[in-house]
């Protein structure tokens, strides 16, 4: 193959599995990640990569901006021509996402439960693909390469996003749940939850 691009949207994405198979993980997210890179400079040609609010070490305390310095768990920069596209809160019509797998609980239970203690950015993946497609266009220009945050504007928790979906879906006649509760915190701090 003779890419004139790489996006590399690879990635362990499955929380639990990062608890219980950290090595495998590691494996993927950050050798098989750096495998991509030297591949996409072997080709000479840039890369595109997803990543996650690890780009930052998430000790501020409050929101993070797009001025805040980087401070990186994981290292990805194998390729000197590349552009990370930090994302978050991900959803689509397409495959497993918080937004559909809400909507099928809408169905099969009365009420549900939410975390509420994680604050994010709900991110369309049609916008990050559109953000990433035009992005492309300036890759030829050295100055372009860095780190992107590519994600929704608007921040909200877990709880209020699914409130958000019943209503959307309630509105356009679909099924929703009136209560979502406030479930507590169960993730260990530093779980990698998208
Ligand atoms: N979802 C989010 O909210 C979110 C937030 C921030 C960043 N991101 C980043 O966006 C990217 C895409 O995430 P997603 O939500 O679309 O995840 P996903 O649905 O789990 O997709 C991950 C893809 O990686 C592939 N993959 C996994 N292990 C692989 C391996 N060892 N070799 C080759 N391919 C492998 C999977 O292939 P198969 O389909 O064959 O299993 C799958 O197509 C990831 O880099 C993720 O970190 C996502």
């Known amino acids: 193959m003779r890419p004139q691009l790489v996006v590399s949207a690879a990635a362990s994405t499955a929380v ?11 494996g993927i997210n950050t050798v098989g990640a750096g495998a991509v890179a030297e591949a996409a400079n072997r080709l000479g040609v840039p890369i595109v990569h997803l990543s996650t609010d690890y780009v930052f070490d ?34 689509s019509p397409f495959g497993a996402n ?19 203690d994680q604050r994010g950015n709900p991110s369309s993946a049609l916008d990050i693909a559109d953000a990433i497609l035009r992005a492309a266009v300036t890759m030829g220009e050295v100055a372009a390469y860095g780190t992107y945050h590519v994600a929704g504007s608007g921040t909200t928790s877990w709880a209020d996003f699914a409130r958000h979906v ?29």
């Open 58 to 91: 998430g000790k501020k305390r409050g929101s993070y901006r797009e001025t805040d310095a980087l401070a990186p768990l994981k290292v990805y920069g194998a390729a000197p021509r590349h552009l990370i596209s930090r994302t978050s809160w991900m959803y």
């Open 16 to 26: 639990d599995r990062a608890e219980r198979e950290p090595e495998l993980v590691y």
């Open 98 to 116: 918080f937004v559909k797998t809400t909507l099928r609980l809408a169905s099969a239970r009365k009420e549900i439960a939410v975390v509420a």
């Open 166 to 194: 019943f209503s959307s879906s309630r509105a356009r006649g679909g099924r929703g749940q009136r209560f979502v509760t406030y479930q507590p915190p169960n993730l260990p701090l530093g779980c990698p939850a998208h």
